[in-house]
């Protein structure tokens, strides 16, 4: 069986748009998101996973992935530790990777 792709996009909540408003727990939470992506990127299921440079209510992060269908797709992003810990909010959507230079 041939795995689907999917995207979530990440953004943060509000409150953490401020830097002053970031804590010791905040930042172990995206700590973890990121180790998170880097052990789902070794296994192959993460595709590709970034952000955006600036630091107001037009940033986001994506994460692009495989999954064996959208239940599970958003099993994965659920458990993404800065969704569970409640720093930022997830979109899943299907998604299709046309092009890439990524090797």
Same mark, same amino acid.
């Given at each position: 069986?041939?795995?689907?792709?999917?995207?979530?996009?990440?953004?943060?909540?509000?409150?953490?748009?401020? =830097? *002053?408003?970031?804590? !010791? +727990?905040?930042?172990?939470?995206?700590?973890?998101?990121?180790?998170?992506?880097?052990?789902?990127? @070794?296994?192959?299921?993460?595709?590709?996973?970034?952000?955006?440079?600036?630091?107001?209510?037009?940033?986001?992060?994506?994460?692009?992935?495989?999954? =064996? *269908?959208?239940?599970? !797709? +958003?099993?994965?992003?659920?458990?993404?530790?800065?969704?569970?810990?409640?720093?930022?909010?997830? @979109?899943?959507?299907?998604?299709?990777?046309?092009?890439?230079?990524?090797?």
């Amino acid at each position: 069986m041939e795995l689907q792709q999917f995207i979530y996009v990440l953004r943060l909540l509000p409150e953490y748009l401020v =830097e *002053s408003n970031w804590t !010791a +727990e905040t930042n172990e939470v995206v700590g973890r998101h990121f180790e998170s992506l880097k052990i789902l990127l @070794e296994q192959d299921t993460v595709i590709m996973a970034g952000r955006t440079t600036t630091m107001d209510d037009s940033s986001f992060g994506i994460v692009v992935f495989k999954a =064996e *269908s959208e239940v599970e !797709a +958003e099993k994965l992003m659920l458990s993404d530790p800065a969704v569970a810990g409640g720093v930022m909010t997830a @979109e899943l959507h299907p998604f299709r990777v046309a092009l890439s230079n990524l090797r």
